[in-house]
């Protein structure tokens, strides 16, 4: 078959490999002049460090399948991600650990203390927690939701933290010991040569042509016998029905000798500083050797008609709409609706690979079956 992928960031290169070992034909187009999507990096010409273009990302994943599917295409380097905050006028760790509780607090406790301390701090009344705010009161307390995260989400989202879901904050464990790695997953690890190196690879193959610098038009993608569609979810349907909320970023970069931060995230909670983060990108590739530093200073806001989409908001009241273009969507024939912006969700790099192996599997299935490809493998519900 003849396929179009729309979208050359990891969902497109992931299904487009798939099915291009399927023995079909993929073409994959991408308004951009890269492939990678937001996981794109390049080397900074003014400093040499491989910098995360479009902002940080480190790879972490349970998923034994996907860790060998990524090593398969680039040699990963063991990283971990040691974030810190600057908050309140002091520097602590970040996921809340047992040295963030101690030092906040001024406190010396053990384990099993601060268990209880923390149980304490939190607001018990709160059940079921219906909101980021009220997952944080439940499980943190008020001191602590107010340095680390009610400045830096309102920063993040430009809304209240009460009109979020909880599950953004389920993101973030609390950990009742001095481990300081950001994430939990068994594997961890950054691409030696960076994300773009690895997405080339995974798009070289015979079966695979990649046009970059191509916009998506609707008369050419008729040509084709599905489409797989790793754009925005309401831009497919031009809008028609309004525009579900994206944050964009916009990155101030700055170059430095030696080094800046000391770290390679530092937030800063603090509502009054305009930027959620400085990233110092040569800290993501500690093998390497740099002189000079290279720095992003990000800054977070809603997404116009002419931004990069980078985070879905899917605020409560955003649901309807959502509804609506999922209605739409099921009614289309010959597309398929994947990834972070296609399907509308807040997914991790493990994830959308996941998804991605997924969808081609099933694609083979329902082809041998001669039965139609849904609009959506996972719903965006
Ligand atoms: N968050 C926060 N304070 C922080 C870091 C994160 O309040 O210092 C909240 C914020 O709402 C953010 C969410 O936790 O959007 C998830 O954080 P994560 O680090 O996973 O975000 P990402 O790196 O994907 O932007």
Redesign the pocket.
């Known amino acids: 078959m003849d396929i179009l992928l729309v979208g050359a960031g990891l969902s497109g290169a992931v299904i487009g490999r798939s099915l291009a070992l399927q023995g079909h034909k993929i073409t994959v187009i991408d308004g951009r002049d890269h492939v990678g999507g937001n996981c794109h990096t390049a080397r900074d010409p003014d400093t040499g460090v491989m910098v995360h273009i479009y902002g940080?990302h480190i790879f972490h994943t349970d998923d034994d399948e996907v860790w060998d599917y990524v090593n398969g295409f680039a040699k990963f380097q063991s990283f971990k991600n040691r974030v810190k905050?600057t908050a309140q006028g002091a520097v602590y760790a970040?996921p809340i650990n047992l040295h963030t509780i101690n030092q906040f607090f001024g406190k010396t406790m053990r384990p099993t203390e601060a268990q209880t301390f923390l149980a304490a701090q939190a607001d018990a009344t709160i059940v079921e927690p219906q909101n980021?705010e009220e997952q944080a009161l439940r499980f943190v307390g008020r001191d602590l939701y107010e340095a680390?995260?009610e400045g830096?989400?309102i920063k993040?989202?430009g809304c209240s933290p009460r009109a979020l879901p909880a599950s953004?904050?389920k993101?973030?464990p609390v950990r009742f010991n001095y481990e300081d790695n950001y994430f939990f997953h068994k594997h961890q690890g950054m691409p030696r040569e960076g994300y773009t190196a690895m997405i080339t690879r995974i798009l070289d193959h015979e079966n695979i042509d990649v046009q970059l610098n191509t916009l998506f038009d609707a008369k050419v993608a008729a040509r084709f016998d599905h489409v797989f569609w790793s754009g925005p979810l309401d831009g497919y349907f031009d809008y028609k029905l309004g525009r579900l909320g994206y944050r964009t970023l916009d990155f101030e970069k700055f170059t430095a000798q030696g080094d800046y931060q000391g770290c390679a995230v530092m937030?800063y909670?603090d509502e009054k500083v305009p930027y959620t983060r400085i990233t110092e990108h040569k800290h993501f590739s500690p093998w390497e050797d740099h002189e000079n530093t290279t720095c992003y200073r990000e800054f977070s806001r809603a997404a116009g008609p002419a931004d990069i989409p980078y985070y879905p908001i899917r605020l409560v009241e955003e649901k309807s709409l959502l509804s609506d273009y999922i209605a739409l969507a099921e009614g289309a024939t010959g597309v398929t609706f994947v990834g972070r912006l296609g399907t509308y969700r807040y997914l991790d790099m493990d994830v959308t690979i996941r998804e991605a192996l997924d969808t081609a599997a099933l694609f083979g299935k329902k082809l041998a079956a001669s039965a139609p490809m849904p609009a959506f493998v996972k719903s965006p519900l």
């Open positions: 940080p905050t970040l980021f680390f995260f830096y989400t993040q989202w953004i904050l993101r973030l937030n909670g």
